[in-house]
């Protein structure tokens, strides 16, 4: 059974500093999604991270993906307020149908 | 962005109700899902769909059931409500690069 777990659950932190949030999976995957969601909205896309050694970078967000340590990373650079937000990462069951395994979800706070 | 609507986007009911939710899409998707979300749980997967009257459980499936009789509508049910079912419902699509979620539905069963 695929299992997904996000470190730390709940993080606070000042405008200006960085910080990584870290998800790490129990089995073999080669796809990797974060996903941020808003108080009371729905899901939305940041990074599909495909093979290993992917890497992606939107603004202040950056994305890695290690498939042989089964690790994958979001770090954030600079901080700001606007990036509060609760942040998932999920991952792709390898065998059989298309479906996701989420993580627990980190919360960020971003004080100014 | 894929067209994907959730109905009703919020309800109460009382326990021992049946509940019906619905997911439309509008591009012919083949995947689709329904998951629901609690605190410290992230989302689970409850039931998928990979095709019309292809059904199949998720992690988290008693207590629900699904139908889908065409490619564009999912449909989960509470066979019979319970507070351990109070929660936000979200359907997703899957797509070729990734999965796209709809607005969600926040139960209450009261």
């Known amino acids: 059974e695929l299992k997904v777990e996000q470190n730390p659950l709940f993080l606070s932190m000042q405008e200006g500093k960085n910080y990584t949030i870290y998800c790490n999976y129990s089995t073999t995957s080669d796809r990797l999604y974060w996903y941020r969601q808003d108080p009371g909205k729905s899901l939305e896309s940041l990074f599909v991270l495909l093979s290993n050694g992917a890497v992606k970078q939107e603004g202040r967000l950056m994305a890695s993906l290690d498939t042989k340590a089964r690790l994958s990373t979001l770090h954030i650079t600079a901080a700001v307020h606007d990036l509060s937000a609760t942040y998932f990462c999920?991952?792709?069951?390898?065998?059989?149908?298309?479906?996701?395994?989420f993580g627990q979800g980190t919360r960020l706070t971003i004080n100014p | 962005d894929a067209g994907i609507t959730q109905s009703p986007r919020h309800k109460v009911t009382e326990t021992g109700t049946p509940v019906t939710l619905r997911c439309h899409q509008t591009e012919n998707h083949r995947y689709m899902y329904w998951y629901r979300q609690d605190p410290g749980h992230g989302l689970r997967l409850i039931h998928y769909s990979y095709g019309v009257k292809d059904t199949d459980k998720g992690e988290v499936s008693d207590g629900y059931s699904v139908s889908r009789s065409k490619t564009e509508d999912f449909l989960l049910t509470l066979e019979s409500a319970t507070s351990s079912q109070t929660s936000v419902y979200f359907c997703a699509i899957g797509q070729i690069y990734g999965y796209t979620f709809g607005s969600g539905t926040r139960l209450t069963v009261v």
């Open positions: 999920a991952v792709d069951i390898p065998q059989g149908a298309q479906k996701l395994v």
